[in-house]
């Protein structure tokens, strides 16, 4: 499941406002700075809180892993809105 652009560059973690990495693979939008994962179901990204997953030291490793192979962009530059 892919998301659009648009909706990519919008997107923000609901809880400290920077960006997330969306990782197509896993139907998942991650905040490493929180280790908090926000599942994208049926192409609705689920962006609450309360149902998103904080993730171990080995899960962070693996996502971080997979954003680095794959060379994911953030949803935004942080630097560049301050």
């Not at 892919?2 to 997107?11: E, F, G, N, P, W």
């Not at 400290?16 to 926000?38: C, H, M, W």
């Not at 689920?46 to 149902?51: D, K, S, W, Y």
């Amino acid at each position: 499941m892919t998301l659009s652009a648009d909706l990519l560059s919008i997107l923000a973690c609901p809880d400290d406002k920077g960006p997330l990495y969306f990782i197509a693979q896993e139907s998942v939008l991650y905040n490493p700075r929180l280790t908090r994962a926000y599942d994208v179901r049926d192409g609705i990204p689920v962006m609450l809180i309360a149902e998103a997953a904080t993730v171990d030291a080995a899960e962070h490793e693996r996502l971080m892993s997979i954003i680095a192979e794959q060379g994911i962009e953030p949803t935004f530059d942080a630097a560049s809105d301050d």
